[in-house]
């Protein structure tokens, strides 16, 4: 880790196959010298919220309350886009939806485009605003990344559920961790942005770009797209719970984790692959998620098949993790480590 440079922390899980405990975990924080930090402290999820949602609209369509290959119109009459009546809820998940994309309006002096900015004058409402515009494309077509798909899909959390995508995470998380484990703790800290008055979010390190402090932004202005704080032990513990069957049936796990080949191996809010690892001896099924904003980056991998969670964050926004199935970098490296018996000589 120092000889890459990296600074931030990194958490690892692993679960027993018995599910005789919810997990173990370890977790190491560092600045790019390689000079101790304290774990445990909170970090911007950013667009692994998305898989957060992903979630959280499977477990509806387990219950019957979704189905994935229903136009938006039948949940959200209310959806201004032209193609509401067109674009499925599986098209939304998997970035297939044509809907006007935020990152294309213009940018401010340092980049960052106007729509998360905090003097942003248009409407952010998913149904009426500005993703309710002029759409980019056809639903159905190669997939193209876009915030309001996921900030559409919080919507359409709350039109099926009656409670916003934050308060239903909330109760499900609470609920979750009390059935699996007693002695878990009954709050983790996943929650939103640090502009809600329910949970104030300190960031102990401020992301930075090029060694420099990163532009200013509105967190909530990400939504469901991107506006989740947690801990390192958070993910993993929720990776685990998901690998593990505690959160989705077998069926809806499938479908969430069905990567495409012909759309860069995409699932529902992930990249679901297999990718060669050092040390082991056949290619490894790999789920990934990974996001930024402003200054933070993170990846998050989930090792199905042999229960092992890994997430990384950085205050670097322009560290370089890697590409696995490039076989090299640092996440390539990082989770060959976690996974594969290696030889030291």
Known sequence: MREAGFSGEIA?????????????STAIAQDAEGNHR????????ASVTKQVIAVLIMQEVARGKIALDAPLSRYLPEFGSPHADRITVRQ???????????????ADTQGVPDFYTPGFAGSRDPLTGYCAGSPKG?????????????????????????QSWQSLLDQRKRSKFSEIDSAAPRNPLIGVGPLTSVLPVPEPWPGSVAGKPEPAFDIQSFGAAGALYGTAFDLVAFDLLLANGFLLPPEALAELWDGQPELGFMALGQWAFEAPLKGCHAAVRIIERR?????????NFILPDSTIALAMFTDQGDFEFGEVWQGKGFSYDMLSLAACPQVTS
């Open 92 to 106: 939304l998940l998997r970035h297939q939806s044509g809907l006007p994309n935020p990152d294309d309006t213009t």
């Open 12 to 24: 690892i899980a692993f679960a027993p196959s018995d599910r005789s405990q919810l997990f173990t």
């Open 38 to 45: 304290e774990a445990g402290l909170p970090w911007r999820w």
């Open 138 to 162: 056809k639903p159905g077509g190669q997939w193209e990344y876009n915030n309001c798909d996921y900030m559409v899909a919080g919507a359409l959390l709350e039109a099926v559920t009656g």
């Open 291 to 299: 996001g930024g904003i402003g200054g933070i980056e993170v990846r």
